[in-house]
């Protein structure tokens, strides 16, 4: 065991004891049944969808019982952080209504909310195991850690640092002191109970119920090289110290973490902090050919945040797909009542769940055709002004036409569900704006209809249009047949010598001369949408 003056010349000399960080961070007097809990995801690439799931049930969680959500960024690996990554989580939260209580953007009794701010409040704690001799310096070398690692696995043996393996465990004093005084560079390891190889331990989850692993052995970094700065702890440690001061009593994770709660508990009781309740939740999985997998940053486009964004799906569809797969009674619900029922962890599966685009975009689709005319203008220009600027413009330039187009089939008990997400307006509305779109006569070439009887068929409707006629379609009834084509397909394929094409023909003549598709909305509600001054230059410009 190091002498406490030795220990104590490691770190700053005016090193705040433990009792001041107490002091400084009091039990929070929440009512009985509150739960504190938290999200810390790590700045080191973009945000997992599967991150907004757990912090969703996390606040939900803290809300409904009077607690409190916290985000704590885990920026304690420097190296690997991505710049930009801490607004992004704040869009993240924003849109998907996840906005923590407490963060370093909201602020908060109980920070700083980054890791990396919390270096001396962290150093407290690691002098204070290194008096106790909970833990202990290491100056083992990269060269001396592959050597054990290599000789381990040559012996068929667990790999780790532990036991006799640990070559610093029980190095005499003056073995440090020489090592210190020629300026070697040591990292801070925890001293692991010497019973707890091959020990086994139970906890109960509150998702899972009991359960029960082999013991940690390892004497774990808690704290990085001496030779770094700022000096900053490993996840565990920091978790540890974090979770305790800033109060929390439930830890709502990802199952990934199962694993490592030997090695927290551990952590807690060599710190005398009170034990945590864990809930790990099952991560969300993909269906491929065979099977199902996780749902993977690497492989699959649906695994980030960004994905939602930028095609546009609206909040609340997500947010009601992923109660539902947290709580399947909740997907039975409708929409409205989905969101306010609670998320119940004895609910939750520890089987993951599959993340179903095609689910997504049928309630996505139901969720907007719930919506007014207005809702819809403004959610796409929200989107839009973001991810499809010149879209942005069209709609800004144009807004009593976009209301009129978004209005066209979505009366009535059935109303058109094209649109999905945002990103779905422009190739399902783009057609009503002269500024989106654009004709060329070869769009008509697969329609089969000769080209001087497609122009004279047009140029006839342009000249006679009547944009006010009650029967509107008959116009164009009339004039197919006086142009040689056919009542119904039927007529048409009875002696096909006879006819120029069917009324079928004839109509997506029209269709396409307003939409630039031969798939549309009904076509008397585009023109109505369109006006009659539109209406007859697309149908003179479509003639020719």
């Excluded at 049944?33 to 991150?51: E, L, N």
């Excluded at 940053?297 to 649906?302: F, H, T, V």
Aim: contains cysteine; glycine residues 8%; negative net charge.
């Amino acid at each position: 065991m190091l002498d406490r003056a030795v220990v104590d010349a490691l770190f700053p000399a005016d090193l705040p004891e433990p009792e001041r960080w107490e002091a400084r961070y009091p039990e929070r007097g929440l009512p009985e049944g509150a739960h504190v809990v938290r999200f810390g995801p790590s700045p080191t690439g973009y945000v997992h969808i599967g991150g907004i799931y757990t912090a969703m049930i996390n606040k939900d969680v803290a809300g409904r019982s009077g607690g409190r959500y916290l985000v704590r960024v885990e920026d304690t690996d420097q190296a690997r952080e991505v710049a930009g990554a801490v607004a992004q989580f704040d869009a993240a939260f924003a849109y998907f209504d996840v906005v923590p209580d407490e963060s370093a953007t909201a602020g908060g009794e109980y920070g700083p909310y980054l890791q990396s701010q919390r270096e001396q409040i962290y150093l407290t704690y690691v002098r204070h195991l290194l008096r106790q001799d909970k833990a202990y310096l290491c100056f083992a070398t990269k060269d001396e850690l592959a050597d054990i690692t290599a000789r381990q696995q040559a012996a068929k043996l667990p790999t780790g640092y532990y036991g006799g393996w640990a070559i610093w465990r029980n190095a005499g004093p003056a073995d440090v002191a020489a090592k210190l005084e020629a300026g070697a560079p040591y990292v801070v390891r925890f001293r692991a109970p010497e019973e707890a190889g091959g020990r086994r331990v139970r906890y109960t989850d509150v998702i899972r119920g009991p359960l029960e692993h082999e013991d940690n052995r390892n004497d774990v970094v808690i704290l990085k090289s001496s030779d770094q700065s700022p000096r900053l702890p490993t996840y565990h440690f920091a978790h540890a110290v974090d979770d305790h001061l800033m109060r929390v009593d439930l830890v709502i994770r990802a199952e990934e973490w199962i694993s490592s709660v030997p090695l927290h508990r551990q952590l807690f009781a060599a710190l005398d902090f009170p034990e945590l309740s864990y809930a790990h939740i099952a991560p969300l999985m993909k269906q491929i050919p065979g099977g199902k997998r996780k749902l993977s940053k690497r492989k699959d486009d649906e695994a980030s945040v960004d994905f939602y964004l930028s095609a546009g799906y609206p909040a609340k569809a997500v947010q009601y797909y992923l109660r539902g797969l947290a709580n399947g009674r909740l997907a039975e619900l409708p929409l409205a009542e989905a969101l306010a029922e609670p998320i119940r962890l004895e609910e939750c599966g520890v089987a993951g769940p599959l993340v179903d685009l095609v689910k997504l975009e049928d309630i996505s689709g139901d969720h907007i055709a719930t919506l007014s005319g207005q809702e819809v203008y403004d959610a796409v220009l929200a989107w839009a002004r973001t991810y499809d600027p010149d879209l942005a413009a069209v709609l800004e330039a144009e807004p009593e036409l976009a209301l009129r187009a978004i209005a066209v089939e979505r009366d009535g008990d059935n109303p058109r569900k094209d649109l999905r997400k945002w990103s779905d307006f422009r190739p399902a509305y783009g057609f009503f704006f002269p500024q989106l779109f654009a004709f060329t006569p070869e769009l008509l070439t697969p329609l089969g209809v000769a080209p001087d009887v497609a122009s004279a068929f047009l140029a006839d409707l342009t000249d006679g249009y009547d944009h006010d006629r009650e029967d509107w379609f008959g116009q164009v009834r009339e004039l197919a047949a006086k142009h040689g084509f056919a009542r119904n397909a039927k007529e048409q394929k009875s002696d096909p010598e006879r006819f120029v094409g069917s009324i079928r023909e004839a109509s997506q003549l029209v269709r396409v001369a307003l939409t630039g598709s031969t798939r549309s909305p009904d076509l008397h509600a585009v023109s109505r949408a369109l006006g009659a001054e539109v209406v007859r230059e697309r149908l003179q410009a479509a003639a020719g």
